[in-house]
């Protein structure tokens, strides 16, 4: 089984800082990775994900990741945080029916003022 | 406007009733998991189903039962068995295509009193 390891359980970052948030996975195949944003009691909303086309890839709200095969990781960067984007953030690999994700434990992102 | 839909948002609960938590998808799509979130945790994979009428148990199926008996619902009842209950519950749905990504419902607050 897959498994995924997200780097910090709490990121604080000032406003117009770069956010960086860390995801590493194992796998013994190519994975399809994603990531996903979560704002408190609501549902999972899609970031972006990896499907083994470019290797660096953009997704909404100005974030984008780069898949980087021989260090299994598949880093979520902004380069100017918003107030907006205080949240919780969850990596996610495939399994390899592809059917099933598994989550890293997600990292929380305050935003300072 | 397609979706996932879960109902109830807040749910509450005696210990010893069963209760069970709707999941409703009009996006047409194969496939529906439940997870289960707790803080710390990420979400954990409680039951699937690719098809009508067959589902499998994930990593945490102990103590829920589900059905699917329409493409379209995934109801997940929580049994008197499960021993911890109180949770935040995710419903999710995605194609059949591989590398598509997982659309998830707003969520239901279940708390055993």
């Known amino acids: 089984a897959q498994s995924v390891t997200q780097l910090g359980s709490h990121v604080s970052v000032s406003e117009g800082a770069l956010v960086l948030l860390r995801c590493n996975y194992s796998s013994s195949v190519p994975p399809y990775l994603f990531w996903y944003v979560q704002y408190p009691n609501q549902g999972l909303q899609l970031l972006l994900k990896y499907t083994s086309a470019a290797t660096l890839v953009k997704g909404i709200n100005g974030f984008e990741a780069e898949f980087k095969k021989s260090e299994t990781s598949f880093h979520l960067t902004k380069p100017s945080a918003h107030m907006s984007d205080a949240a919780e953030y969850f990596c996610a690999v495939s399994d390899e029916d592809d059917y099933k994700l598994s989550f890293g434990a997600g990292t929380t992102v305050t935003v300072r003022a | 406007d397609g979706g996932i839909t879960q109902s109830p948002k807040y749910l509450f609960r005696k210990e010893g009733q069963n209760v069970t938590l709707s999941c409703e998808q009009n996006l047409n799509h194969d496939a529906m998991y439940w997870y289960r979130q707790d803080p710390g945790q990420g979400l954990r994979l409680i039951y699937y189903?690719?098809?009508?009428?067959?589902?499998q148990k994930g990593d945490i199926a102990e103590g829920y039962s589900v059905s699917r008996e329409k493409k379209e619902s995934f109801p997940l009842t929580v049994t008197s068995a499960q021993k911890n209950p109180t949770a935040f519950y995710l419903c999710a749905s995605k194609t059949s295509i591989s590398y598509n990504e997982q659309f998830f419902g707003p969520g239901t607050r279940l708390t055993v009193l």
């Open positions: 189903s690719q098809i009508v009428n067959d589902f």
